[in-house]
């Protein structure tokens, strides 16, 4: 299944950062479903980092995958997660056009569970990360 995001529609003339939220498990450990991440739309995409796209045969789905290499005019982006499937294994290269931004930065909210201070504590701890480009990731990914 792949890892959707729900994307909150940017404004025209707007900064080019917005936010989306994921769903599913395709990207753990990087990304958890309700995280919410804050996306550089349009952004030049390397290898290795983690983007928004639109899913190729159901555009209307907004995934979020990592860009392992480009091939042709497209991307091969696979999930950071093995088992959750979804990604260009299933449906190839996604092409330049569909690929809408790079993840720039990701929040935790906290869980409902989570109420003792020193899980509070460690949730203000890492509640936000940069989502960096791995690149010794995108050459592991690439010799599947």
């Given at each position: ?18 936010p989306?939220?994921?769903t ?14 804050l996306?550089?739309?349009g ?17 209307d789905l ?5 860009a392992?290499e ?12 093995a088992?959750a ?7 190839g290269?996604?092409?330049e ?7 720039r930065?990701r929040y935790?909210?906290l869980r409902?569970g ?7 504590a ?5 509640a ?14 690439r010799?599947?």
């Amino acid at each position: 299944m792949p890892e959707s995001s729900q994307e909150h529609e940017r404004p025209r003339g707007a900064l080019p950062f917005g936010p989306a939220e994921v769903t599913g498990p395709s990207m753990v450990p990087t990304l958890h479903h309700g995280d919410v991440l804050l996306v550089h739309w349009g952004s030049r995409v390397r290898p290795g980092d983690v983007i928004v796209l639109r899913h190729p045969f159901q555009q209307d789905l907004l995934v979020v995958k990592r860009a392992v290499e480009r091939r042709g005019a497209g991307w091969w982006v696979l999930g950071d997660n093995a088992f959750a499937g979804g990604d260009s294994t299933d449906y190839g290269v996604v092409p330049e056009e569909l690929v809408l931004g790079r993840v720039r930065l990701r929040y935790r909210p906290l869980r409902a569970g989570q109420r003792s201070p020193f899980a509070v504590a460690r949730w203000a701890l890492a509640a936000l990360r940069p989502v960096l480009g791995d690149r010794s990731a995108s050459r592991r990914l690439r010799a599947r």
